[in-house]
């Protein structure tokens, strides 16, 4: 293997990467499925490509923000496998001790500051944590996932809005798969690349291949070096496609067979499988990383599941309480 | 000590943390005008900001710089402005320490203003601090002097939850004593404003005003009212209301909001359920009444409570 380019050894971890968060959400689903995972957690598979290329270009002091289709870009930022599966099971060993589940996934220490479940509700905390690092002098930058769907809210413009007034160093990486919840964009609005909003504000932007990793490498690596030089806000919208339903359980009437077969063609991992068997890897050890990746993800889902369940009586840690208050209780 | 109007003791408040703590920020809309001049000059552009009409960025931007370290403060003019910002109030603000099993805190202080009843008509004089009282993880804040004005304001700052300051517009030129240099006064205390023995009054903001005008009629007549100010509404002071029912067996609740908005009732509530065995006679409520806060001054001044309201309430319970 020592005659791959150097550009082609370095996507192998990559592909990696992206079988670890496929096989992630796949033991998601399936456990989902079986009533094991409770409320209705949100796949994002078939954007892997967006939450490895892009996090691959962060510090770990970089803050990120993501939204209720979160698991890709928690781990890719860094998150531990079975801390991040242990907290969707709901366990004490969880990233978040089991408070937050799937759609509030939080690791601090890796940078991911918020994951909340409100459309949009995320955009003008990551433009905060950008305004905090400017105020501090610091080189961090400030980077939120959003989808699509979240231009609809108010506070997409006003974030974008202030973001640009102010040069906050915050990078907008929209995953524009075509579809808000059950409806697809053309039912939304008439603006049909979300890079267009970022024109009247005179935000840097640049609408590029979500769903090919070198092509997100490259984006968010340029994006990257805008934001962390000081030269402001930066949008990058990539275009992709979420082969799950909304939530687990979602039948997806709204999509045609032969949309959901074209998309599958699309599929971020097969595609940079093909590029690299191209480019002279060999399919076996494409096969060894997928099946490395397998093994790591099951045995941690594994360890999760055997981890201990939370206690009620640590209920309230974490809220304040008014001790008068609550003695009187009971 | 020094004297000082309401409103020049809160900003007394951000100053004394602004001093002392380079992490805290203040900001808003029409920050850049010469009332707040003093702050942007002092502080300089990177902790004092103008902002557009954005509530929902302002605020969802203060929850991310204070998760980010910082401790922002929010100038929100009216507690209505808040209202079109509720998903950031309510379920991003309180919700991130908890949802995150502690890695995060959102230590920031929403400044606005509220119960301005006079011809500010439908939209500028709502009475919501009960509003943001039940939710877990906010706290919220009611000053009625210029001394705790000043000393729930710097609590509020460094309190590593988000609070709701709700200072209320009648009382922003109240002059008071404000005690100089470093000054906190502690959540969850409530203050006895004039004790009694005949009955307990508990009102917040304005209506604590009212409450002592009504009860120094209320003495010529030979009535002793006790009046309490919970002055934090959240956590509140259960101890100290009990402990004065205990003592009178009766009680009032005053409250600028309609009758099914007011903290007033809230604390009833409680007080029927640990202090029943206290209560010689049913607790009685004094609210606004149950609409739009009218323009028209008589309209206006017949639903806002007033001192008559209180006594005749009084009079009743102690009758």
Same mark, same amino acid.
């Not at chain 1, 053309?186 to 979500?210: C, K, L, M, R």
């Not at chain 1, 990539?238 to 067979?257: E, N, W």
């Given at each position: 293997m020592?005659?791959?380019?150097?550009?082609t050894?370095?996507?192998?971890?990559?592909?990696?990467?992206?079988?670890?968060?496929?096989?992630?959400?796949?033991?998601?689903?399936?456990?989902a499925?079986?009533?094991?995972?409770?409320?209705?957690?949100?796949?994002?598979?078939?954007?892997?490509?967006?939450?490895?290329?892009?996090?691959?270009?962060?510090?770990?002091?970089?803050?990120?923000?993501?939204?209720?289709?979160?698991?890709?870009?928690?781990?890719?930022?860094?998150?531990?496998?079975?801390?991040?599966?242990?907290?969707?099971?709901?366990?004490?060993?969880?990233?978040?001790?089991g408070?937050?589940?799937?759609?509030?996934?939080?690791d601090?220490?890796?940078?991911?500051?918020?994951?909340?479940?409100?459309?949009?509700?995320?955009?003008?905390?990551?433009?905060?944590?950008?305004?905090?690092?400017?105020?501090?002098?610091?080189?961090?930058?400030?980077?939120?996932?959003?989808?699509?769907?979240?231009?609809?809210?108010?506070?997409?413009?006003?974030?974008?809005?202030?973001?640009?007034?102010?040069?906050?160093?915050?990078?907008?990486?929209?995953?524009?798969?075509g579809?808000?919840e059950?409806?697809?964009?053309?039912?939304?609005?008439?603006?049909?690349?979300?890079?267009?909003?970022?024109?009247?504000?005179?935000?840097?932007?640049?609408?590029i291949?979500?769903?090919?990793?070198?092509?997100?490498?490259?984006?968010?690596?340029?994006?990257?070096?805008?934001?962390?030089?000081?030269?402001?806000?930066?949008?990058?919208?990539c275009?992709?496609?979420?082969?799950?339903?909304?939530y687990?359980?979602?039948?997806?009437?709204?999509?045609?067979?032969?949309?959901?077969?074209?998309?599958?063609?699309?599929?971020?991992?097969?595609?940079?499988?093909?590029?690299?068997?191209?480019?002279?890897?060999?399919?076996?050890?494409?096969?060894?990383?997928?099946?490395?990746?397998q093994?790591?993800?099951?045995?941690?889902?594994?360890?999760?599941?055997?981890a201990?369940?939370?206690?009620?009586?640590?209920?309230?840690?974490?809220?304040?309480?008014?001790?008068?208050?609550?003695?009187?209780?009971? | 000590?020094?004297?000082?109007?309401?409103?020049?003791?809160?900003d007394?408040?951000?100053?004394?943390?602004?001093?002392r703590?380079?992490?805290?920020?203040?900001?808003?809309?029409?920050?850049?005008?010469?009332?707040?001049?003093?702050?942007?000059?002092? *502080?300089g552009?990177?902790?004092?900001?103008?902002? +557009?009409?954005?509530?929902? &960025?302002?605020? /969802?931007? !203060?929850? =991310?710089? @204070?998760?980010?370290?910082?401790?922002?403060?929010?100038?929100l003019?009216?507690?209505?402005?808040?209202?079109?910002?509720?998903?950031?109030?309510?379920?991003?603000?309180?919700?991130?320490? *908890?949802?995150?099993?502690?890695?995060?805190?959102? +230590?920031?202080?929403?400044? &606005?203003?509220? /119960?301005? !009843?006079? =011809?500010? @008509?439908?939209?500028?004089?709502?009475?919501?601090?009960?509003?943001?009282?039940?939710?877990?993880?906010?706290?919220?804040?009611?000053?009625?002097?210029?001394?705790?004005a000043?000393?729930?304001?710097?609590?509020?700052?460094?309190?590593?939850? +988000?609070?709701?300051?709700?200072?209320?517009y009648?009382?922003?030129?109240?002059?008071?004593?404000?005690?100089?240099?470093?000054y906190?006064?502690?959540?969850?205390?409530?203050?006895?404003?004039?004790?009694?023995?005949?009955?307990?009054?508990?009102?917040?903001?304005?209506?604590v005003?009212?409450?002592?005008?009504?009860?120094?009629?209320?003495?010529?007549?030979?009535?002793?009212?006790?009046?309490?100010?919970?002055?934090?509404?959240?956590?509140?002071?259960?101890?100290?209301?009990?402990?004065?029912v205990?003592?009178?067996?009766?009680?009032?609740?005053?409250?600028?909001?309609?009758?099914?908005?007011?903290?007033?009732?809230?604390?009833?509530?409680?007080?029927?359920?640990?202090?029943?065995?206290?209560?010689?006679?049913?607790?009685?409520?004094?609210?606004?009444?149950?609409?739009?806060?009218?323009?028209?001054e008589?309209?206006?001044?017949?639903?806002?409570?007033?001192e008559?309201?209180?006594?005749?309430?009084?009079?009743?319970?102690t009758?």
């Amino acid at each position: 293997m020592n005659d791959l380019a150097p550009e082609t050894s370095e996507l192998l971890p990559h592909y990696a990467e992206l079988w670890r968060i496929r096989w992630f959400e796949s033991h998601v689903q399936r456990l989902a499925a079986r009533g094991e995972i409770a409320g209705f957690p949100h796949l994002s598979t078939g954007q892997e490509a967006v939450a490895v290329g892009v996090c691959a270009q962060l510090q770990q002091s970089d803050t990120v923000y993501t939204s209720h289709r979160g698991h890709g870009h928690v781990l890719a930022k860094g998150a531990d496998l079975e801390a991040t599966f242990a907290e969707i099971l709901g366990k004490q060993s969880g990233l978040c001790q089991g408070r937050g589940g799937s759609m509030h996934l939080v690791d601090a220490e890796q940078g991911v500051l918020g994951a909340t479940g409100v459309v949009g509700g995320n955009l003008p905390l990551a433009a905060g944590s950008a305004w905090a690092a400017q105020a501090l002098g610091r080189d961090d930058i400030s980077v939120v996932f959003f989808g699509d769907g979240a231009t609809g809210a108010g506070v997409f413009h006003e974030t974008l809005n202030l973001a640009a007034l102010w040069s906050l160093p915050v990078l907008f990486v929209c995953e524009n798969n075509g579809v808000a919840e059950f409806t697809s964009r053309e039912e939304h609005s008439n603006v049909n690349f979300v890079s267009a909003f970022a024109e009247p504000y005179a935000i840097a932007n640049q609408t590029i291949d979500g769903n090919f990793l070198p092509t997100v490498l490259a984006g968010a690596r340029a994006a990257v070096a805008e934001v962390r030089g000081g030269n402001g806000p930066y949008l990058l919208e990539c275009m992709t496609y979420r082969l799950a339903g909304h939530y687990v359980g979602d039948s997806q009437q709204y999509r045609s067979k032969e949309a959901l077969a074209e998309m599958r063609e699309k599929c971020p991992i097969e595609r940079l499988g093909r590029h690299l068997v191209e480019q002279g890897v060999q399919q076996q050890r494409l096969d060894r990383l997928r099946d490395e990746q397998q093994s790591a993800v099951e045995a941690a889902v594994e360890r999760a599941r055997k981890a201990a369940p939370t206690d009620p009586a640590s209920v309230m840690d974490y809220v304040y309480r008014s001790p008068d208050f609550y003695a009187i209780e009971g | 000590m020094a004297k000082l109007p309401y409103v020049a003791a809160i900003d007394a408040g951000i100053h004394q943390e602004m001093q002392r703590d380079e992490s805290v920020l203040y900001f808003g809309q029409n920050m850049a005008t010469t009332e707040n001049h003093d702050f942007l000059s002092k *502080y300089g552009a990177d902790r004092v900001r103008v902002t +557009p009409i954005s509530e929902t &960025a302002e605020i /969802g931007m !203060a929850i =991310g710089a @204070a998760m980010a370290g910082m401790r922002p403060v929010v100038e929100l003019y009216l507690s209505e402005f808040m209202l079109v910002a509720m998903d950031q109030v309510i379920n991003e603000a309180p919700r991130f320490r *908890y949802m995150s099993g502690g890695q995060v805190k959102v +230590p920031l202080v929403l400044r &606005a203003g509220y /119960g301005f !009843a006079c =011809g500010w @008509a439908g939209q500028h004089t709502g009475s919501l601090t009960s509003l943001y009282m039940g939710v877990p993880g906010l706290k919220v804040v009611a000053p009625t002097t210029p001394a705790d004005a000043k000393g729930l304001m710097a609590s509020a700052i460094r309190d590593d939850n +988000p609070v709701v300051y709700m200072l209320h517009y009648h009382l922003l030129l109240e002059e008071g004593e404000v005690p100089d240099g470093e000054y906190l006064v502690p959540f969850g205390e409530a203050a006895i404003r004039r004790e009694g023995s005949d009955v307990t009054i508990v009102a917040t903001g304005w209506m604590v005003n009212k409450a002592l005008n009504a009860a120094a009629t209320l003495a010529e007549q030979g009535i002793s009212a006790e009046v309490i100010d919970p002055r934090t509404v959240a956590p509140l002071d259960l101890d100290t209301i009990l402990a004065s029912v205990a003592k009178t067996g009766r009680m009032v609740v005053v409250d600028q909001a309609p009758r099914h908005q007011t903290v007033g009732g809230l604390i009833a509530a409680d007080v029927v359920e640990h202090g029943f065995e206290s209560l010689r006679k049913p607790i009685l409520q004094v609210n606004a009444r149950d609409t739009t806060v009218p323009y028209s001054e008589p309209l206006e001044t017949w639903v806002i409570p007033d001192e008559q309201r209180i006594i005749d309430a009084v009079r009743k319970v102690t009758g």
